[in-house]
């Protein structure tokens, strides 16, 4: 059992670690801490932490580092969460304000994170498989080339360009994009891929005209829709990693690669448990399963339409835990906020 001067030493020794990158000595604590207690006593203190596998000493230096089960205490029981302040919430609203669609804001949304965390920034788009198809247009870039742009009640906007196998005749435009609105406008992505995948099933390679025209356009409809269900994330800031280096006990590239492949960290934020506020750490070795141990992720729920998603940031295991969390938490509520009013509006 740790006693409650040592939570407070081992608070002490990770903002300590975290602000400097050096291992923390008992003396600096005495000198740095109003502990009211010799540099013996705290000594003491440290060498229960020790014990209880909290801390450790990095090599042969009289100071100590926090471990991962070190930080995970921290996180859970001593890191005070404050608000950002005025100016970080003012940099937020100015840089998320007049998004022009859902990519565009959240593109924005891990661009500002990762400036506000200097790390990885990390959100997740909503699961786009219960949202709704609110519009289709269609518009005529050559004679068989046809631009299809979808619209989602969550504010997803797509753009996808098919290719006709013969041309259309102008008068059969409005013909052709009543056929596909009335295939998927007013369904659910899940259902509207079912009704778009039917109509494919049931055309014939001696179609001709407009009903020609609609089978390619549901070819690539079912393309669209197809991506729309996948979970995708959306990063900003990886050459902060690089620039964090020094903070990695051993190689970058498996988090260069979790960033590249995405469903190595799609898969970690699907496992990690949200407490009361919607805030989850992730830390070192607890990410091992998914070859991420040498890294934290710390995360914010946030809501549209009904879904839950997450926006975050991936980095060191030395991070400072309140400030991300803090920064992913008031990002996220704005982003909740933007979201709900953009769903109001329609």
């Given at each position: ?16 670690y975290v602000a400097t ?83 565009d804001l959240l593109a ?236 109001n509006r329609r």
């Amino acid at each position: 059992m740790v006693s409650e001067r040592g939570l407070q030493v081992l608070r002490a020794i990770v903002q300590d670690y975290v602000a400097t990158h050096e291992p923390v000595g008992s003396k600096s604590i005495v000198e740095r801490h109003a502990f009211g207690v010799s540099a013996a006593t705290i000594r003491n203190d440290m060498a229960q932490l020790e014990d209880e596998e909290l801390i450790a000493a990095p090599h042969t230096s009289s100071g100590r580092v926090p471990t991962d089960k070190g930080y995970r205490v921290f996180v859970d029981h001593l890191a005070d969460i404050r608000p950002l302040s005025p100016a970080q919430r003012s940099a937020i609203t100015a840089f998320l304000g007049d998004p022009g669609d859902l990519d565009d804001l959240l593109a924005r949304t891990v661009r500002v994170l990762s400036q506000l965390t200097g790390q990885v920034a990390i959100v997740q788009y909503p699961s786009f498989a219960r949202a709704n198809v609110t519009h289709v247009e269609l518009v005529a870039i050559a004679p068989a080339r046809m631009l299809i742009v979808l619209v989602t009640d969550t504010g997803r906007v797509s753009q996808r360009i098919a290719a006709l196998t013969a041309p259309l005749e102008d008068e059969d435009l409005p013909a052709l994009r009543a056929r596909l609105a009335a295939l998927i406008v007013g369904h659910s992505v899940r259902d509207a891929a079912d009704r778009v995948e039917a109509c494919r099933t049931a055309g014939t390679a001696e179609a001709v005209g407009v009903d020609a025209a609609l089978l390619s356009l549901c070819h690539v409809v079912a393309e669209e829709l197809d991506e729309f269900r996948q979970d995708r994330l959306l990063m900003a800031g990886a050459a902060n990693l690089a620039r964090r280096e020094s903070d990695f006990r051993g190689s970058i590239y498996p988090l260069l690669e979790a960033i590249e492949e995405q469903v190595t960290l799609l898969r970690l934020m699907g496992e990690m448990v949200a407490d009361t506020q919607g805030l989850a750490a992730s830390i070192g070795r607890e990410n091992d399963p998914w070859g991420l141990g040498e890294a934290s992720v710390v995360t914010s729920d946030y809501e549209t339409s009904g879904a839950v998603a997450r926006v975050g940031v991936l980095g060191p295991t030395r991070m400072d835990y309140p400030s991300n969390l803090a920064s992913a938490r008031a990002v996220a509520r704005y982003l909740s906020r933007l979201l709900d009013e953009d769903e109001n509006r329609r």
